[in-house]
């Protein structure tokens, strides 16, 4: 889902469950899809924690808490671990996710959610832990993430920490570009780098 980033503010999700892996982001039997509808994809994110065996909603999952929403999910350390299907950042971005916060990435599912248009900010710690305690006791708290000062800030607390990202990937997201659309864009140049190092 093409989206440019800016400043996002919203509500969010919480998942204080660390070592979260990419098959219970999006389990394998739906990588047989032949589809990349977003729509299948998210509906289907974390589905075997999300339903009860005979399909019904597990009440007890935070995704069918009414009390939480947003498009920020703060999940515990190493999301995303696991094998490498891009499947997983699929499903985060169809459920409508446009940002991840965590202590730690699983390097290839990061840059599946980079390639996805979804944001992994990396936070320290105690940053998270304290999110995820202001949310609980709020699920109406906000944070703010500002992708051109690359800060994240718990609005309850006001705390602020700067997060890294590739300086690439930022300009893709800013713009709304994907790696062709950056190639594209970038036309003119590469034809007169081209007639001039003939």
Known sequence: MKQKFDIITSTCVP????????????????????TREERFF?????RDW????DGTPNKDFVLNDPRYGGCILVAGKNFGS?????????????????VVISSFFADIHKNNE??????????SEDFLQ????????????E?????????????ATGRSEHFDINGYKKHCLMNGLDDIDFLVENKDKIE???QHNK
């Not at 999006?26 to 899809?33: D, M, N, T, V």
């Open 143 to 155: 944070v703010e993430v500002d992708l051109p000062r690359q800060t994240v800030t718990n609005m």
């Open 114 to 123: 980079l390639n996805n248009f979804v944001l992994p900010v990396v936070v």
């Open 50 to 53: 999300r339903y009860n065996a």
């Open 42 to 46: 998210g509906d289907n994110l974390f």
């Open 15 to 34: 998942l204080p469950l660390e070592n979260v892996d990419t098959d219970q982001i999006i389990p394998a039997r739906f990588l047989k899809a032949t």
């Open 130 to 141: 304290e999110l995820f305690l202001t949310i609980q006791n709020n699920p109406k708290t």
């Open 82 to 98: 696991g094998s490498s299907r891009e499947h997983a950042a699929w499903a985060i971005a169809g459920y409508g996710f446009r």
């Open 192 to 194: 007169a780098w081209e």
